[in-house]
């Protein structure tokens, strides 16, 4: 499978718990996107790499998350102390941009419950 | 005004009806994404495209870069169409989404 893999898909953890999701993105792909994904609503912009380097974070980020790209391929995702407010579908996703744009695949997700 | 707007953002039809969903974005684009998730699932990509049309299978896409507009269409639609369809431009360097059209075909 060469797709955009993540794991955990399913995540539940009490309050205050830290939580690491794991992102392979396609292998040629030089950026990586998380995104966060509430019921009902749209992906959310979290913060993006461009090979090994973060270029964005949202201001949605608090200092709890903390996202990181070693070597330009797999991603982490880390979210310390969580609260319930983080219970949401983590999205990763990956392209080979180029130019103005690259072709968005997107993983499964990493489901998070926070109870 | 969002960057990115679609319409509608509900849609209910019978199975084998003729189905259209619009995006209008605002920003200078070189491309677009037309984005599927059902209930539960992931997003899969449907079509990348810079100009005209692209057809797979029942789904068309169109887009009019000077008018800034892009239309997914799905012919013959079937109760497994059924899902939330989202299309995404690239700002500076991110995605934009657009909050999405819910779909349901019924039987």
């Known amino acids: 499978d060469t797709g955009v893999s993540q794991d955990p898909r399913h995540k539940i953890t009490k309050r205050g718990q830290n939580v690491t999701f794991r992102c392979d993105p396609i292998?040629?792909?030089?950026?990586l996107y998380w995104y966060r994904q509430t019921l009902g609503q749209g992906p959310e912009f979290l913060t993006y790499?461009?090979?090994?380097?973060?270029?964005?974070k949202s201001r949605l980020l608090s200092d709890r998350f903390s996202a990181e790209r070693p070597k330009g391929s797999f991603s982490t995702l880390e979210i310390q102390r969580t609260e319930q407010g983080d219970s949401a579908m983590y999205l990763c996703?990956?392209?080979?941009?180029?130019?103005?744009?690259?072709?968005?695949?997107f993983g499964e997700g990493s489901r998070l419950t926070v109870l | 005004k969002n960057e990115v707007e679609q319409s509608p953002q509900n849609l209910t039809a019978q199975e084998g009806e003729f189905i259209t969903i619009n995006c209008s974005y605002s920003v200078g684009i070189s491309a677009l994404h037309w984005l599927q998730q059902h209930p539960g699932g992931g997003i899969v990509s449907l079509f990348m495209l810079s100009s005209g049309k692209k057809k797979h299978g029942r789904l068309i896409a169109t887009i009019n870069i000077q008018e800034k507009h892009s239309s997914l269409h799905i012919t013959a639609s079937h109760p497994r169409d059924s899902a939330v369809y989202i299309c995404a431009v690239p700002g500076t360097y991110k995605y934009i989404f657009g909050t999405g059209t819910r779909l349901k075909v019924l039987a």
């Open positions: 996703a990956s392209s080979l941009w180029t130019s103005r744009s690259g072709e968005l695949f």
């Open positions: 790499f461009q090979n090994e380097a973060q270029l964005e």
């Open positions: 292998s040629e792909h030089n950026r």
